[in-house]
C-alpha cells in the first residue's frame, strides 16, 4: 500500500481513538447531571437544565463514540454468513458495503452541517423553559458524522490492503 495511505489509517484511527476515549467519559458527566438533578428535587429546589443537559450529554456521549465504533469493528452485524467467511472474503464484502455506508454518512454529514449553520444563523434555541442554545449540540453531531466519513475511508483502505494481501 502507498505510504500515503498507511499514515492516512494511522492517523484516523488515533485520531478517532482519543475521540472515543473522551467520550467514554461523557457517561460519568452524564451520571454526575443526573445525581444532581436527584439531589435538588430531594430538597425541593429542582433544577430545569439537569434533564436536558443529560440527554446532550447522552447525544454527545453516542455520537463521538461511534467512530472508535467503526475503528474497533464493534458495530451490530448480521453475520450469519459473513463470520464463516475467510478474511479476503470479508474485506471483499466490506468494500462493496462500505460505499453504502459512506453514502449514508455523507448525506448525514451534509444535512448535519447544513442544520449546524442553520442554527449559527438564527440562533436557534431549544423550544424548553431553560432555552439553550442548538449550535453546540448540533456541531458535536457534525463533527461526528465527518469522523464517520474519514473512518469509512480508513476501513476501506484496511480492506483493499486485505485484498492485497498486506496488512495495515
Given amino acids: 500500500?502507498?505510504?500515503?495511505?498507511?499514515?492516512?489509517?494511522?492517523?484516523?484511527?488515533?485520531?478517532?481513538?482519543?475521540?472515543?476515549?473522551?467520550?467514554?467519559?461523557?457517561?460519568?458527566?452524564?451520571?454526575?447531571?443526573?445525581?444532581?438533578?436527584?439531589?435538588?428535587?430531594?430538597?425541593?429546589f429542582p433544577a430545569i437544565w439537569t434533564l436536558e443537559l443529560a440527554q446532550f450529554t447522552l447525544v454527545a456521549y453516542y455520537m463521538l463514540g461511534a467512530p472508535w465504533t467503526l475503528r474497533m469493528d464493534t458495530n451490530v452485524r448480521m453475520d450469519l454468513l459473513y463470520a464463516r467467511w475467510s478474511?479476503?472474503?470479508?474485506?471483499?464484502?466490506?468494500?462493496?458495503?462500505?460505499?453504502?455506508?459512506?453514502?449514508?454518512?455523507?448525506?448525514?454529514?451534509?444535512?448535519?452541517?447544513?442544520?449546524?449553520?442553520?442554527?449559527?444563523?438564527?440562533?436557534?434555541r431549544n423550544p424548553t423553559a431553560w432555552r439553550p442554545v442548538m449550535w453546540p449540540l448540533k456541531l458535536i453531531i457534525s463533527i461526528s458524522f465527518g469522523l464517520m466519513l474519514l473512518q469509512s475511508v480508513s476501513i476501506l483502505i484496511r480492506d483493499v490492503a486485505t485484498l492485497r494481501g498486506e496488512k495495515i
Fill in 1 to 44: 500500500m502507498p505510504r500515503w495511505s498507511i499514515v492516512y489509517v494511522r492517523l484516523v484511527d488515533a485520531f478517532c481513538a482519543k475521540v472515543g476515549r473522551f467520550a467514554m467519559y461523557l457517561l460519568y458527566v452524564m451520571m454526575a447531571i443526573m445525581l444532581w438533578s436527584s439531589v435538588t428535587k430531594f430538597f425541593s
Fill in 87 to 124: 478474511p479476503k472474503a470479508q474485506a471483499l464484502w466490506d468494500v462493496f458495503t462500505v460505499f453504502a455506508l459512506m453514502f449514508y454518512l455523507g448525506v448525514m454529514f451534509y444535512g448535519a452541517v447544513d442544520s449546524t449553520i442553520y442554527s449559527f444563523e438564527v440562533g436557534e
